[in-house]
């Protein structure tokens, strides 16, 4: 089991449209969670990072449940600017990252 | 300007060949990683190094090295390339004590033939 799984998608989303999507991980100790953003054939970027309460960066709310062992990501008004691929992202004990394959979406006119 | 270069972007080699792939940082960043991406695999952590001379394996080490002979520069080398080396690599820094975010390099397109 990969420790860290998503959809892979694409995700086909009409613009002003919600999309959400969840990312599940395996390591019950993992300590901190994010969601990276990647444009085709570019590299990764932080998105937003995952707080236990729920956090919203304008259109963007990440939520984690830790008793289920799984982090959500939640676009509104999807842009088309938004099309890209997310990278669930999750740290256990020290400094390294465990990243998850990706889940593509797409936004259309 | 960027602040974490890769040279090269893009290469093409062959079977057995010995690749070196670098990468530069102008962050100031002290530690400093190698990862390779693969179609669904997500980003895989080769070896990750926090401060000159200090060298650690990632979870898919084996067939590569790695050099940190200067805080600002980390390089990866594939001593007899193979075919299945073909991948996407990524260079990533982050600083010491924000264990949040690695702020990567733009990739470097590897092709084993």
């Known amino acids: 089991r990969k420790e860290v799984e998503q959809d892979p998608g694409p995700f086909n989303v009409p613009e002003g449209a919600t999309v959400a999507f969840n990312c599940t991980y395996s390591?019950?100790?993992?300590?901190?969670f994010f969601w990276y953003r990647q444009d085709c054939r570019k590299e990764p970027k932080l998105l937003m990072s995952?707080?236990?309460s729920g956090n919203e960066d304008g259109r963007f709310t990440a939520q984690l449940n830790r008793a289920s062992q799984y982090i959500s990501l939640l676009i509104r008004d999807s842009k088309l600017s938004d099309s890209a691929t997310y990278l669930c992202?999750?740290?256990?004990?020290?400094?390294?990252?465990?990243f998850g394959g990706g889940t593509r979406v797409l936004v259309k006119p | 300007d960027a602040d974490v270069t890769q040279t090269p972007r893009n290469r093409i080699t062959k079977t057995g060949k010995r690749i070196m792939l670098e990468c530069s940082q102008t962050?100031?960043?002290?530690?400093m990683y190698w990862y390779r991406q693969d179609p669904g695999l997500g980003l895989r952590l080769i070896y990750y190094?926090?401060?000159?001379?200090?060298?650690n394996k990632g979870e898919i080490s084996d067939g590569y090295s790695v050099s940190r002979q200067a805080q600002a520069k980390f390089s990866l080398s594939l001593e007899s390339a193979i075919p299945n080396q073909t991948a996407l690599y990524f260079c990533?820094?982050?600083?010491?004590?924000?264990?949040?975010?690695?702020?990567f390099g733009p990739g470097t397109r590897l092709t084993v033939l």
């Open positions: 990533a820094t982050s600083e010491k004590g924000n264990y949040n975010e690695q702020f």
């Open positions: 390591n019950s100790a993992s300590q901190s």
């Open positions: 995952v707080y236990s």
């Open positions: 992202v999750v740290r256990a004990a020290g400094n390294k990252l465990t």
């Open positions: 962050k100031g960043h002290d530690r």
């Open positions: 190094s926090f401060d000159v001379k200090d060298i």
